[in-house]
């Protein structure tokens, strides 16, 4: 199990460093919406990731509705909050360099939205099968 957490999070990182190396900011406008855009899209491609090439067993929606009414909406202020957070130093970092620095190159990139979705999602990744418990029982 350790094995499928360490590559969820180095396949997210990759993930958000595409991400960076893609959409190069110029303005802190630009900044912000690409810090935003990239907390969501590590979001739904590590629940895609750990749904479908993983299959984790507390990942057991079936139905897209019951995955954006569950799991993306009941978190979707928790990964805003973080973005803005996440904005600050990056942010700052942006003002002062004025433009991309080895500072962005690091930490803007993947590794820290990967690290959070890890540490948010850590029951539903090292979790139990909801039903273990179940078989156990002596009829």
Known sequence: MIKKVFLLLVML??????????????SFEVLILKTI????MIKIMGDMIAKF???LPNYDWVYIRDYIKNNLG???ALYFAFAVLWYVP???DF?????PSLFMDIWAG?????VFYCIVNLYDIIGEE???DRLRRKL
């Open 13 to 26: 990182t990759i993930i958000g460093q595409i991400i960076y190396i893609a959409w190069e900011p110029d």
């Open 37 to 40: 855009a990239t907390v969501y």
């Open 53 to 55: 090439v993983f299959k």
């Open 74 to 76: 009941s978190t979707s």
């Open 90 to 92: 990056i942010g700052l």
């Open 95 to 99: 003002y002062w360099e004025k433009g």
């Open 110 to 114: 993947g590794l820290i939205p990967a």
């Open 130 to 132: 909801p039903n273990k």
